[in-house]
């Protein structure tokens, strides 16, 4: 049984929803607290979490009357408990502080911890039934078969914030999954969509944060110039709607205008379309069941003019060609796919290996985690955690010949 609602059936609210929201000063955070400051009498906040910045984590818990705040970094618990002195928010720093924010009684929970350390937090929501709001790829990328079923079993609702899967959620619900043929993960391309193979390889980190649509952290800027971004989406994909990797196309729309489409049995194709602003979708799981209005802006389809499309390209974007590979490899590959990247990432930010290194680094860790026989169904976080952490080592150890070779 899946733990996302295909069918977007109206269901009895309360009139005031509990909020907590995991990652509340990142980006994803940003836009969840600037909804809920818009619809203050809709919603009250259970609790809020950052990694370390406590200024803005303090500012935001007095804003909202927060009852709980964490902070990753232990360092910072001091910082965090004289920010907030003379208050009645509860504080706590570290990683049990942080996942208990997310098992605390709050109705809608949003997840989006960056990275691996976002697991645990967010399956303590999903544990006690809550809704998910689910901006975090690598609870599906590092955990997904375990994490969906740990939600069926619950009777957590899990809700896609992302904006691609978010735009499935929603066309899915035109049809049956029997009916369903394929789904459509549309992709702007990216600011290096129409370079050459070898210009992409040189690329610089001022040249790959240039995404010519989305606003968006560092990280995720520079995995949607390589297109990493669009395969874990793919994998998160795969688990959230129980696909399997010949059910998942991806499609190059470069306006960034329609997020996503299904297409069933009959020859319909459904689509969800709207200006690129994370607002729409993380507005659309926050009033779920019901929709709540949102202010991003209106879709002015006759100013836009033309909407274009065109296949991806693996050769300029190996990344996208491993994430199926690791899909189809399955057993924790999808895991290490995840971890190699982020490795990668960080050593192309601190200016260790070339832009084009980025997919080499993650196919070498991945052949090397194939030939090793290292895979095993994974049954816990646990489990999960100690893939993410073998993989990370293998890939660190294999940064320095990947640096050394030419594309």
Known sequence: MSAVPLRNNKAAASSVRSVTVLGATGSIGDSTMDLLRASPERYRVEAL?????????????????????????????????????????????????????????ADWV???????????????????????????????????????QRAAKAGACILPADSEHNALFQAL?????????????????????????????????????????????QKITIDSASMMNKGLEVIEASYLFALSPDEIDVLVHPQSIIHGMVEFSDRSVMAQLGAPDMRTPIAHCLGWPDRIKGPAAKLDLAKIGQLTFEAPDFERFPGLRLAFDSLRTGKGATTVYNAANEVAVAAFIAGKIRFGAIARLVEATL??????????????????????HV????????LPQIALKAS
């Open 110 to 148: 949003m997840a989006a911890v960056s990275g691996a350390a976002g697991l645990k937090p967010a399956l303590a929501a999903v544990d006690r039934g809550a809704h998910v709001a689910l901006a975090n790829k690598e609870c599906l990328v590092c955990a997904g078969d375990f994490f969906m």
């Open 49 to 105: 979490t950052a990694n370390s910045n406590v200024a803005a984590l303090a500012k935001l818990a007095k804003e909202f009357s927060a009852r709980y705040v964490a902070v990753a970094d232990t360092s910072k618990l001091a910082e965090l408990k004289a920010a907030l002195a003379g208050t009645s928010t509860e504080c706590g720093a570290g990683e049990s502080a942080v996942i208990e924010a997310g098992a605390r009684p």
């Open 173 to 217: 619900a035109s049809g049956n999954r029997d009916e369903l043929v394929r789904v459509i993960i549309t992709a702007s391309g990216g600011p290096f969509r129409t370079w050459k193979p070898a210009d992409i390889e040189q690329a610089t980190l001022e040249q790959a944060l240039k995404h010519p649509n989305w606003s968006m952290g």
């Open 391 to 398: 993989a990370r080592n293998k890939a660190a150890a294999l």
């Open 367 to 388: 052949d090397d985690w194939v030939r090793g026989g290292n895979q095993a169904p994974m049954t816990s976080a646990d489990d999960a955690i100690s893939v993410d």
